[in-house]
C-alpha cells in the first residue's frame, strides 16, 4: 500500500468512525418521546435541486436516529413564509433569504454543497451531545 492508498484508507475509516459516533450519541440523546418540538425545522421549495439534496441529506440522518425530530415548511406557503421571517430575525440570516434554509437548534444552515452538509452534521452531532437541544420553534 501506498502513502495515498493509506490516507485515502485513514480518510474512509475517519469518517465511518464518526458516522457511528454520531448514530450511537443520537441514538442515546435523542430518544422518542424526548420533545414534542422538532430538533431541526427545514424551509425548502418544491422544484428546488438544493432542496432535494439537503433533503436527502437530513433524511440519512433520520435514518440513522429515528428519534431525530423534524417539521418541514414549503418556502412559498403563508406560514413558512411568515415562520421564516420571524426566525430569520432570531437566526440573522441576510435578506434575501435562499432556500433551503435548516435550522438546528441554535445554527442555521442556508444553501447546499459540501459544507452545508458538513455543518449539518456538525449541528445535528452537537445538538444531541448538548444537555438540551432547544427547538428553533421556540
Known sequence: MN????????????????AALLVLVLAGCMAPGTSERPAVVFFYMEDCSHCTRMKEVLETLLDESPGLTVRY?????????????????????????????????????????????????????????????SSPLQ
Not at 492508498?5 to 468512525?17: D, K, N, P, T
Not at 455543518?119 to 444537555?131: E, F, H, M, S, T
Open 73 to 133: 415548511y414549503d418556502f412559498k406557503s403563508s406560514t413558512g413564509q411568515s415562520l421564516l421571517q420571524k426566525l430569520a430575525i432570531r437566526y440573522r440570516l441576510q435578506s434575501p433569504i435562499d432556500v433551503p434554509v435548516i435550522l438546528v437548534c441554535d445554527k442555521a444552515i442556508v444553501g447546499e454543497g459540501r459544507p452545508q452538509e458538513l455543518a449539518l452534521r456538525n449541528a445535528v452531532a452537537a445538538c444531541a451531545l448538548g444537555p438540551a437541544c
Open 3 to 18: 502513502t495515498s492508498q493509506g490516507v485515502r484508507r485513514a480518510r474512509e475509516l475517519q469518517g465511518c468512525c464518526l
